[in-house]
Every structure is written in C-alpha cells, then in structure tokens.
C-alpha cells in the first residue's frame, strides 16, 4: 500500500478513528493488525517473513539478555539478519558479478566462463527489509549491551511492523518506541492536526513536486549521451530536488500518520542542503541511518578513537556499505565511495586546521562570515548533487556520461518538452513561499494562525492544499523511490 | 464629562452585547469563518491551477445535434500524450482566430477529422494544418488559409454535420476528410455514458438519402450524466478546480480501470474482423461521403479524402486494413473526389518500417508525421491545382 494512493488515504482515517474509539488495552494489538494488513496487501507471503524475523529476533533478544552465550546468540542474530537480507537483496548482485568476472578471466584462466556461470535467481526483494533488518540488529545489539528487552510479544511485534515507518523507514530506536507504548495514549485536537498538516505536506512533497520532476530527471538520464551542458545540470538538480521532496515526503506522510495515532517517530531530514559541510550534511540527511550506521558499524570498527588512517579506512568501509545498502548495485557502490573520501577530505581539513594555528584562525574567521557559509553550502551541494548523478544512474558509465555533459558546452532538447509539459515550477514555487515564509518566520506564522483561528476555516484550508496537491501531480501513481531499497 | 462617560457607557454596552450575539451563536460565526475560507481557497486554488495549466483538458460541450463540440474561446492543455497548451477560437475551433468571409487572393482549405486532426497533443505550430498553410503558401504564391475543423471522436457523419452547421459559412475553396481505417468503428449508435461517444448517426435510405437520426444525443442528455453535464456546463467551462476534482473522482472511482479500458482499446478485435466489418458497414460510410461531396460541388468546393496511417495505442505497427482503403478509394473515385494515401506513402518513405518516431505512445501523430503529411499534401494539392488550372486554360 503505498502512502500516496487511494488505498491510504481511506486506510489511514479509518485506523485512526477506530484506533482512538478503542479502549487502550486493544490499541497495541489493533495496530499490530492493521500494520500486518499494509504490510501484505502488497504481497501477502512475505508478511510470513515479517512474522518469521519477528519471532526469531524476538527469542534471539530474550536469550542475549539472559547471560548465558550472550555473545554467542548476538553473533547468531546478526548473522541471521544479515544473511537474510543479503539473500533477498544481493543474491543476484553477487551472481551478476561472479559471472561477469567469469567471463573477463575465464579465456585467461582457460576455463570455459558458461561452466562456472550460475543462473539468476527469481527473487522479489520484501518491501522494507533493509529498514527492518536494520532495527534488528540494532535491537539486538543493545539488549547485548545491557539494554532491557522487549519482554511483550506484541509491542516487539508492533516495534517491527509499525505501518507508518514499515517501508521506508525512519530506523526507530526501540528504547524510544516503547516508552510510547507503555504508557496509555491520550487523544489530542492539536496532536491530530499536527500529524494532518505533516501527511498533507509529505503528501505535496511526493505528488506535486517530486512525481513531477520524474519524468525531466527520466528524460536526462536515459539521454546521457546526448545531454547538453545546461540540460545535464537541470537534470542532475532536479534529482537532487527529486530524491529529498520524495523521500522527505514519505517521512513526512509516516510521521504525521504516526502523530495521529499518539506516537512520535524520530525525523529524517533537517534542511540537508544547507549543510555547510559533508559531516553536517550527513547530520541532516537520511539521520536515522547516519546514526545507525555511526552506531552500530563506525563506532564498532574503531570509529574516531584511533590513528588516522585508520579512522579513515572505517570511514570509507561505512559509506561503502551505506551506499551498498541503498541498492545491489556498483553505481550505489561508486557513491559510497564518493561520500567516504568527502568525509575523509573534511576531517583531513579539519585536523589540518587544529596544527597550523595562524591559518586556523584567518580560516575560522572566513567560514564563520557569510561569504564563507555561502562559498561552504555551495561546495557542500555541489559535491552533494555530483554524487546524486551515480546515486540516479542505472550505470556507473551512465553517471559519467552525465557528469560529462556537466561539464560540456553543447546545447541539447531532451528535457524540453517535460519542463514546459509538467507543472513543477509552480509546485516548487508554492512550497518554498509555505516553507520559507510561513514555516521559517514566526511573525508569518502567527499572522497566519490568527488569520484561520476555527476549526472550521482550518478544515477548509487543509482539503484546499489537498485538491492542489493531487491537482498538481501528474496522472499514474509512482512508488516513492526509498521502497527499491 | 458625564456626556462622554455616559456615551462611552453605552458603547461599552453595544459592544458587549453584540459579543454576546456572537457567542450566542457559535455555529453562525463557524459558518461564517467556513464559507469566507471556502471562497478565499477557491480563489486560490483557482489561481495556482491557472499558472498551473491545470484542469484545462476538458474541452467538448454538450451540443443537442452534433452530439458534443468544442468550447469556444477555452484555453485546453493537454498532458495525457505529448503536450500541447492552446486558446480556441470563438467558433470552437483548433484554430487562431479567423474571420467568417474569406479575405481576397486567399486559398482556404477545410480540414474534417477526430482527434488526430486536432491535434492536441504537439503544438500549434507543429500541427499539419499549420505547417500545411506555411508550405502551400509558399508553393502556391499566395496566402492559404488552414481551418481546422477536427474534434476528438467525431464520427463521419459528425464532421458532414459540422460542414453543413459551420464550416461552409467559411467558404473554402478546398475540404479535406482525413480518414483512418478505424471509422467504421464509429458508424453504429453507441450507448456508452460519456460525452465523447454521443454521436448522431446517419442512416441511409434506400435511395441513398441521409437519414439523421439523433436517438444517441436524445437519450444521453435525458438520463443522469447527460443532464449532469448539461447542469455543470459553466463550472466545466470555466473552474479549472471543477475539473481537477472530475480528473480526481474519474481516477478513484471504484472499477475506473474497466471503463478506462472500454474507452481506449479498439472495439473491433484484430485487423481480419476489421476488414469483414468495414465490408458489411461500407453501405452507412459511402453515402455519407457522397453526399458530403455533393454538397461541397455545390458549393463549389473540392474535396480530397485522405487515407491517413493508423496504429493501436503502444504498439507501432501500421493498420492495414486493405479493404476498407479500396473501397475508401472506390468511394472518392465514384464521388469525383481527389484521394490520397498517406499510409501507402509512410510504407515507402519510413526508414526499415521503423513507425515509432512518427507516432505518440497513445497512437496520436508525433512532429515528425506532422511534417510528412503537411509536406506531401502540400505537393499533391499543388500540383492538383497546377493540373486543373492547365486544364481548364484554352
């Protein structure tokens, strides 16, 4: 089900009505139900795998908590989880790259490549899998580190499965996702309406801006190689504009959703493109995997408590497995990469500027005036969006041809008729002028509440945004891109 | 002092009883604060969607003989299938503004067909009938006039009704009938609840006269979605929003799938019972383009019937249909009509019979099939009249 069709819309009220008229010893179980029914209105066999990892995760923590082998049933557990989503997700990857390198050494070799090759296997990655692996793990890591387990099945169940940030996240922390269900939830008008004007704007975000620059970002990349200059760096912003306005959006939609039904998911996103720098722009993008990966692989392989190339080499292992996460792809590899000796530059920098202290000093100064924090967010977005060019490419040759355009003088036509055909620049402008002017000036805002003060007008205006929203979105529903991974 | 004590007394006391009024009736000022938001977002949505360009492809009315027609002076954009964003004109047409009387030294021509005359889906400019006026003019030496009278779904006997209603008030000197091989599909009454399929039919007699028959127009707009469209005709005309919250319930509505289904795919199955069905049907298609021809003789108007090329939306493949082009040119021949077939011309002139860069994905004429057709009518019309007027010199 996705958040952006029909079925979700009719779904999500009607959770939220009968979850709010139940007495609050049924909620839990109500929603553990409902989480299940999202879950396999997509295909209802793997909710058996959700239900088989749950219960597996759910005596792996009780037995790491016991003492006995705690180390032991840990290993266990994270083995178990990873196997299962590398089976799902890399089994193919894996087969696709033996078979290649057979072909390239076996003439070498003299082995035949057919005779070592393997067949791809049919396999459909669950929807979510890498989110939920990812909380198991982390469940089970701090259960091993002294953390209480879960001791009720159902509100384990429900940390696993909970609809809102099922599919795409955000990684919850089960400390913080527990607490909310110990305690009984009490209704709120405002919390209500909080969570409503979240999904409305998650749901402008996806349909009116992101859907849009779909196909102008589509038309780009599959024309690589007759991209002009101008119309390669179109393309490549407006991925960048894409991917945070769809995913965004669909944090945005599972947070409000959440917020109606009393619970608080953490955010995922603080303005990452004004990020003045690399460290601070994984501090604002995608945050609950940044810090899960800090935590439970950085922190593990040494972290920052070591000499420096080794603190260097763990940076580049974790963004190399972070860009392997997202997808079972080289390109995804390339961008892992490509973020690590970013992050690796910085801190070079960095330490750099703590030994020479005359430098230091003239260097702060610049950063700190505007000029600097204007020269630090560009460089910051432009080392961002060169990324996003392996990060959207079906290729890694593909994302190079991109990158050549980038850089090339020539004039091309391929987006034309997708700019002039979708009505993205309106959408883009309407957004901006709500998050920049309403949202980000407390005179306009308050100016705005007192304008609409009743429920009623209130109500008027959200299902306006609605109608805009949905008006403005292309014809044909687009899955939200986080789903693939 | 005490005046102005008092009268401020007073004041004090008006004010706190109005407020009592209000709070008195908190639904009233709810209600008030409600249709006040109602009509500010109206306006606003209103707004956005007219920068937008959106809620504009609705752009055929209700019209008790032909059926349906375009709306005049709308402003249509269309984003199905290509994109393409106009005005028409004050008589409902495709067209720029154009004057009824025939301006001196200008050669007019009429163009008639459906959708793929139309239209909508390249720019204006791009259109055959455009470049057609362009490229005529210059092989002619003197101004053409293209009129495009093509309207989405009109049927044969839809376009004869349009030249008799409107187009030769214009007094072409040239109409030409753009024909794809799927009209036969349109020849027979059909009962679907949608304005794009209310089409009058014209039977014939048995002495060849047409006979209208508008049983379809009658009953469509006496049941519920006929009157629903005739009771929303201004919303539809003028509120992009109307037709955004249309586009949205057509989308959600429960089984949208089937009826979408039922209005894309072709009703006849494959080519074979295409070619049985236009043999048994040709006797409802001949005498309308007899007649049409007739009428525009006497008009003193010539006519040229156009077989142009068709595929099925998503594929490329052209649709053959030999028999239904024989008798098409059998028909012309007997009508003492010009023919041309374009879709014999494509065959020759498209590289390896590689059709795709001349279609759209949904089957409508790309750019490059503008081109083709507007080049090479404008050749066969050149030198048509360059034949004639050899003839008729002494």
């Not at chain 1, 091309?412 to 959408?427: N, R």
């Not at chain 2, 793929?116 to 791009?126: D, G, H, I, M, T």
């Not at chain 2, 409802?284 to 019937?305: G, R, S, V, W």
Request: aromatic share 14%.
């Amino acid at each position: 089900m996705l958040f952006n069709s029909v079925t979700y819309l009719l779904f999500l009220p009607v959770v939220v009505i009968a979850f709010w008229l139940l007495p609050n010893r049924f909620r839990s179980f109500f929603l553990l139900g409902t989480s299940f029914f999202f879950y396999m209105s997509w295909l209802p066999v793997y909710g058996f795998l959700l239900a088989a990892l749950t219960v597996t995760n759910y005596f792996l923590g009780q037995s790491i908590s016991a003492g006995k082998h705690s180390g032991r049933y840990l290993a266990i557990g994270v083995i178990f989880n990873l196997a299962t989503l590398s089976y799902y997700k890399y089994a193919n990857f894996a087969i696709e790259s033996w078979n290649k390198a057979a072909q390239v050494l076996g003439p070498w070799l003299q082995i035949p490549a057919q005779s070592v090759s393997f067949p791809l296997q049919n396999i459909l990655l669950p929807l979510g899998i890498s989110f939920f692996v990812f909380e198991f793990i982390h469940y089970l890591t701090d259960v091993y580190k002294g953390g209480k387990p879960i001791a009720n099945f159902v509100n384990f169940s429900l940390f696993a499965s909970f609809f809102p940030s099922q599919i795409a996240g955000p990684i919850k922390r089960y400390q913080d996702f527990i607490k909310q269900l110990e305690y009984p939830h009490v209704f709120s008008a405002e919390a209500l309406e909080r969570g409503l004007r979240l999904v409305l704007q998650g749901l402008f975000k996806k349909v009116a801006i992101a859907d849009n620059l779909a196909p102008i970002v589509s038309a780009g990349f599959s024309n690589a190689s007759a991209l002009g200059g101008l119309e390669a760096w179109i393309a490549s912003c407006a991925f960048a504009i894409q991917i945070y306005c769809d995913f965004s959006g669909y944090t945005d939609m599972g947070r409000g959703s959440a917020i109606m039904l009393g619970f608080d998911l953490p955010d995922n996103f603080n303005w990452p493109y004004i990020a003045k720098n690399l460290p601070d722009f994984w501090k604002r993008w995608h945050i609950s995997l940044s810090s899960w990966l800090r935590d439970y692989l950085y922190i593990p392989l040494g972290g920052s408590k070591c000499s420096l190339p080794r603190r260097h080499n763990n940076l580049i292992i974790t963004m190399l497995l972070g860009g392997l996460w997202h997808g079972a792809s080289w390109h995804y590899v390339v961008w892992g990469a490509f973020h690590g000796v970013g992050l690796v530059f910085c801190h070079t920098y960095d330490a750099q500027l703590k030994r020479e202290a005359k430098l230091s000093i003239a260097l702060k100064k610049f950063h700190a005036s505007s000029l600097g924090v204007t020269v630090s967010v560009a460089l910051t977005f432009l080392f961002v969006l060169v990324g996003w060019v392996f990060f959207r490419a079906d290729t890694v040759t593909q994302g190079l041809q991109v990158l050549q355009a980038m850089y090339s003088f020539q004039s091309s036509t391929c987006l034309t008729e997708s700019i002039e055909k979708y009505p993205v620049v309106v959408a883009l402008a309407l957004y901006m002028i709500g998050r920049l002017l309403v949202d980000r000036f407390e005179s306009i805002r308050l100016s705005r509440d007192s304008l609409i003060p009743l429920a009623p007008a209130r109500i008027v205006a959200y299902i306006c945004v609605f109608i805009c929203a949905i008006g403005l979105s292309p014809t044909g529903k687009t899955p939200f891109i986080y789903f693939q991974f | 002092m005490k005046t102005e004590l008092a009268e401020t007394e007073k004041k004090l006391s008006d004010i706190e009883g109005n407020t009592a009024n209000v709070t008195a009736y908190p639904w009233l000022k709810a209600l008030v604060q409600m249709n006040i938001a109602l009509f500010i977002g109206l306006v606003f949505l209103e707004a956005v969607f007219y920068l937008a360009r959106v809620g504009e492809s609705d752009h055929l009315m209700p019209d008790q003989k032909l059926g349906f027609k375009p709306f005049a002076h709308k402003r249509i954009t269309q984003r199905n299938e290509g994109f393409g964003s106009f005005q028409f004109n004050s008589f409902g047409m495709q067209n720029d503004e154009i004057t009824l009387t025939k301006p001196i030294n200008v050669y007019r021509i009429a163009v008639f067909g459906d959708s793929y005359v139309e239209s909508l889906q390249v720019p204006r400019e791009s259109n055959y009938c455009s470049l057609l006026a362009k490229e005529l003019s210059r092989e002619l030496g003197k101004p053409t006039e293209v009129l495009n009278f093509g309207v989405s779904n009109y049927s044969l006997a839809q376009d004869y009704l349009r030249y008799q209603t409107l187009a030769k008030d214009f007094n072409p000197d040239l109409v030409i009938i753009a024909y794809r091989v799927g009209e036969t599909e349109k020849v027979l009454p059909d009962n679907r609840q949608s304005l794009a399929f209310v089409r009058p039919v014209l039977f014939v007699d048995q002495n060849g006269k047409l006979i209208y028959n508008n049983t379809v127009v009658a009953n469509f707009y006496k049941a519920k979605e006929g009157k629903r469209l005739l009771n929303t005709q201004i919303l539809r005309e003028y509120s992009r929003t109307w037709n955004t919250l249309g586009r949205m319930q057509q989308s959600w509505a429960v089984g949208s799938k089937d009826t979408e289904g039922k209005a894309s795919s072709p009703l006849i199955a494959d080519e074979k019972t295409r070619e049985k069905f236009a043999a048994c049907y040709w006797f409802m298609i001949d005498p309308i383009l007899k007649n049409f021809a007739k009428e525009c003789a006497a008009n003193h108007t010539a006519i040229l019937i156009m077989r142009t090329p068709m595929v099925h939306p998503g594929e490329y493949v052209l649709s053959r249909n030999e028999v239904e082009t024989d008798q098409l040119e059998a028909t012309a021949r007997e009508a003492k009509a010009d023919f041309i077939n374009l879709d014999r011309l494509l065959q020759l002139n498209a590289k390896n019979h590689d059709y795709r860069p001349y279609f759209l994905e949904g089957s409508h004429f790309s750019k490059p099939m503008h081109k083709f057709i507007a080049k090479n009518l404008a050749k066969h019309i050149a030198s048509t009249i360059s034949n004639s007027s050899q003839e008729s010199a002494p």
